[in-house]
């Protein structure tokens, strides 16, 4: 009766919580990482150094006031952040941390549930996604931000199919859909997958960046282009949504990424003996560490490179990308029914 | 006794949004309520655990198929001509003749099908052997079914490039 | 196929628009995305500096030139100080010209500076603002340490130079020159080879050169287009014709082209200024400068190459008044920004933005 149902619940309770504070304080990651790539120092007046900004933040936006546009679709326009948030959120049901961790004397599975098409799952949620961006866009009525919805979502749907097909090669290589198998695939196969597919790998890197909308991808939210994109007509709490719906989205492409190229909770090296000192390090350290690499790239992306104009974009996505998948996935399915 | 529960109240809501889709006035809350509609039978198939259906149900239906359609009521700013009175005449009356006629061959298939048991042939695969609705989909799919899966992808592609000419400018 | 009825939109970018520099506002007519028609609305930052001359004397004026080109203040001061110099024929001490061209070359590099951050913060590299002004800074350092103001600097005389350079101060530019050739190739890295650098840039705002010239472009926006047009070179002024530069010229027109010339006159500024120094002769540095500055009855123009293009001064003076008769500026982003509504034909909307950033503009100069 526990492990049914007090078990799983206790553990979106954790994770929620986790992820929750995790991408609050992300904001504050990406302001102080930006701010060092351009030689200034970055938020650090509240709390020492600046690390209680984004309690700073969250009060300051919960206490704004809330404006909805006259002539808005009400209900559209209430719900749009929340379809934008859940998606993000719910995604985080499927990653897996660890196999198993020892808390409190009890051998507890780290992840939420490990569905036999977990990697599916992470695709059909992403493209739940799109979702909130479109009725963003729409609610506002206002002609702005409906083009910039339209545009982004469009965008997102492009993308996607470049990072199906990569998930296709992953689960090609691995031969299965879970993720936990996945990574034990990895294990078996004594290597990480970023070594053996590395076009996937950075085929998955740059779709997850369009995917999330972030540079140089993030057009839909340039100031200088658009005035504020999708979400110009929102303000205090419905505006954090969205941009901690992109943040927890960020986070869920870098745990796909750790845990289909980069082993998951795999130790560098998993199969050498040797090296076995490392083991100490329980294994949803290691996830943890990788996927904070991947959120760094994102944010070192952010401040170095250009943006893409939209048809530019739009062309990289379904010129480039889309045949170079399909490239991948093709020889990657030759090759596994050769050797 | 918690399945059925489960299974009635989804049932309820796929009753409900598909009613809500059909009298709703303004054309994206139609919209919304058919994405609304389309999740709940997701969970009906993983009530049924056919999971990789319900996936690809939400994946293509919800997330393709009713973007789309989103796009479309969005950009085309459907409004009602002024001039439009509700007829309540000669298509109400075709509407419930029809309506009655799919009911009367609804309970004639359920009846026939109740009196006579199915074929226990392609059904012997999936439960025992362990193995994912997902695998068992894909090994039928391109096994028994590998012709009208090649005549749908044929199908797609032409639907896409008869797309890609219609929408190109003209040079 | 007009199955479908398509109208124009119609998109007002600015006043107030993070990306249009200024109190600028365009009016763009739009088919989709593509711009069709563009109309471009300035005034909002208009002055009168122009009238305001005509009451102020000789000496005041050069406080008003500074707040034309904000960002290149003292080039403006030299031109004007050198048109009255042509009106009354006055000479101007070897040292001071000398110190004139290391003023105006350094304010070459801080109005490049300015333009490259803003330039690569419309197109989405935030961070070259940054580096770009850490360099800008450095030369506001050096100019507040020769007049004591970072903006506005007033700092030239009818006959030559408000002050000396202070001690030590040459050493400082010396110092800065040697960071600028280390800094730029960091610039170069971010942008010049990027992929996404170049396909927004390349192909944008693409102008022959003889059509930049119809429409009078100058300065690097018309040197992009291949015209090899330097007032430094044709018509030099100051002491620019005791030094050994090159300017750069374009080939394709386009805003890629512009950047690269622009790119390529930081470092032939830091050739101008090292060559300065390294010859500075001793002297005075104002000439002979009658107390109350009359000039004769006359007109003249004369134009300097001012880091956005050729500024010009066009003044009438009637020989009695202690104010010009009639005071005249040829701003170089006013004309450039002519060509604006002609770049962005066909182009999409985030072009624009490109565009204007190409152009180098700044609307205390288009204004007045």
């Known amino acids: 009766m526990t492990s049914t149902y007090l078990l799983p619940l206790l553990k979106i309770v954790v994770i929620l919580n986790a992820v929750l504070v995790s991408v609050t304080f992300m904001t504050l990651l990406e302001r102080k990482v930006i701010a060092w790539v351009q030689v200034r120092l970055g938020p650090m007046r509240v709390g020492p150094y600046g690390t209680l900004q984004p309690i700073a933040d969250a009060i300051k936006l919960l206490l704004k006031e809330d404006i909805t546009p006259v002539r808005a679709d009400k209900w559209v326009f209430t719900i749009a952040p929340i379809v934008s948030m859940v998606p993000a959120l719910i995604a985080f049901a499927v990653i897996p941390f660890d196999r198993e961790a020892s808390i409190f004397g009890y051998r507890v599975p780290l992840f939420v549930a490990d569905i036999n098409v977990g990697l599916l799952y992470l695709v059909s949620i992403t493209s739940i996604g799109v979702y909130g961006i479109i009725l963003a866009g729409y609610a506002s009525n206002s002609k702005f931000p409906l083009l910039a919805g339209l545009r982004a979502s469009a965008q997102l749907i492009s993308y996607e ?50 995917e999330t909308n972030r540079a140089p991808f993030d057009l839909p939210e340039a100031e200088q282009e658009l005035t504020g994109g999708f979400h110009t007509e929102y303000s205090g709490m419905r505006f954090a949504l969205f941009f901690l719906a992109e943040y927890a989205n960020m986070i869920v492409v870098s745990a796909v990424a750790t845990t289909l190229f980069l082993g998951g909770w795999l130790r560098p090296f998993p199969n050498v003996a040797w090296l076995g000192v490392l083991d100490f390090v329980p294994g949803w350290i290691w996830f943890l560490l990788k996927t904070f690499v991947f959120v760094y790239v994102f944010l070192w992306i952010r401040a170095t490179l250009p943006r893409y104009r939209y048809d530019q974009l739009m062309r990289l996505g379904w010129k480039v990308l889309i045949p170079l998948g399909i490239a991948n996935l093709i020889v990657t399915a030759t090759l596994k029914v050769l050797l | 006794m918690l399945e059925p529960l489960v299974f009635y109240t989804l049932a309820a809501f796929i009753i ?156 | 196929m007009s199955l479908f009825d398509t109208t124009e939109l119609t998109l007002n970018m600015g006043p107030q628009h993070p990306s249009t520099h200024g109190v600028l506002r365009v009016v763009l007519r739009l088919d989709g995305e593509r711009v069709v028609g563009c109309d471009v609305v300035i005034g909002y930052l208009h002055r009168g500096i122009e009238k305001l001359c005509e009451h102020r004397d000789w000496q005041q004026i050069v406080l008003l030139t500074d707040r034309m080109d904000y960002v290149a203040a003292a080039s403006n001061n030299l031109g004007y100080v050198e048109t009255v110099e042509k009106l009354m024929s006055l000479e101007v001490p070897r040292r001071a010209q000398y110190i004139r061209v290391i003023l105006a070359e350094l304010q070459r590099v801080a109005s490049h ?107 690097p926006a018309l040197r992009g287009s291949g015209v090899a047009h330097d007032i430094r070179k044709d018509e030099p002024y100051a002491a620019y014709a005791e030094f050994d530069f090159d300017v750069p010229i374009g080939t394709a027109g386009d805003t890629y082209d512009r950047y ?109």
């Open chain 1, 161 to 210: 199919i470049a990072v199906t097909m990569m998930l296709v090669s992953m689960v090609v290589m691995s031969g299965t859909l879970s993720m936990v198998g996945i990574v034990d695939a990895q294990y078996n196969a004594h290597v990480w997958y970023a070594f053996v597919q590395p076009v996937a790998f950075v085929i998955l890197f740059i779709g997850g960046l369009a």
């Open chain 3, 113 to 219: 500076c300015l333009w490259l951050g803003t330039h690569a913060m419309d197109i989405g590299a935030m961070t070259v603002f940054l580096y770009a002004f850490r360099e800008r800074e450095l030369v506001l350092d050096l100019f507040e340490e020769y007049c004591g103001a970072r903006l506005t600097y007033n700092a030239m005389r009818i006959g030559g130079l408000p002050l000396d350079i202070p001690s030590g101060w040459d050493r400082k530019v010396r110092a800065f020159c040697d960071v600028l050739e280390q800094k730029i190739p960091e610039y170069e890295e971010l942008l010049t080879h990027n992929r996404i650098w170049r396909d927004r840039t390349t192909g944008i705002g693409v102008i022959s050169g003889a059509d930049a010239l119809a429409i009078g472009l100058t300065g």
């Open chain 3, 260 to 368: 690269l010339v622009r790119l390529e006159e930081f470092y032939q500024s830091v050739r101008i200024i090292r060559q300065a120094l390294d010859g500075l002769p001793e002297g005075p540095i104002v000439g002979k400068v009658p107390r109350l500055i009359k000039p004769p009855a006359g007109e003249t123009y004369h134009a300097i190459e001012a880091p956005k293009g050729e500024l010009g001064y066009f003044i009438v003076s009637d020989g009695k008044s202690n104010s010009p008769y009639r005071f005249r500026v040829r701003p170089p982003s006013f004309c450039n920004l002519q060509a604006l509504p002609r770049l962005v034909q066909g182009h999409l909307v985030s072009d624009v933005v490109a565009l204007i950033g190409s152009l180098d503009i700044v609307l205390g100069e288009v204004d007045r």
């Open chain 2, 16 to 171: 409900g949004f598909g009613v809500l889709v059909v009298t709703t006035r303004n054309t994206v809350h139609c919209v919304l309520f058919l994405v609304a509609n389309f999740l709940c039978v997701a969970m009906v198939y993983v009530l049924l655990a056919a999971e990789f259906l319900a996936i690809i149900q939400i994946l293509v239906y919800a997330g393709g198929i009713v973007v789309l359609y989103l796009f479309v009521v969005m950009l085309v700013n459907l409004q009602r001509p002024p001039d439009a009175v509700p007829t309540r005449g000669r298509q109400s009356r075709a509407g419930f003749a029809l309506a009655a006629v799919m009911l009367a061959e609804i309970s004639a298939i359920l009846v026939f099908s109740a009196a006579r048991p199915a074929p226990a042939a392609a059904s012997a695969l999936p439960a025992t052997s362990g193995v994912g609705n997902t695998e068992v989909v894909g090994m039928l799919l391109y096994s028994d079914y590998l012709v009208p899966f090649e005549v749908a992808s044929m199908l797609l592609l032409v639907a896409m490039v008869g797309a890609i000419i219609l929408a190109r400018k003209e040079a």
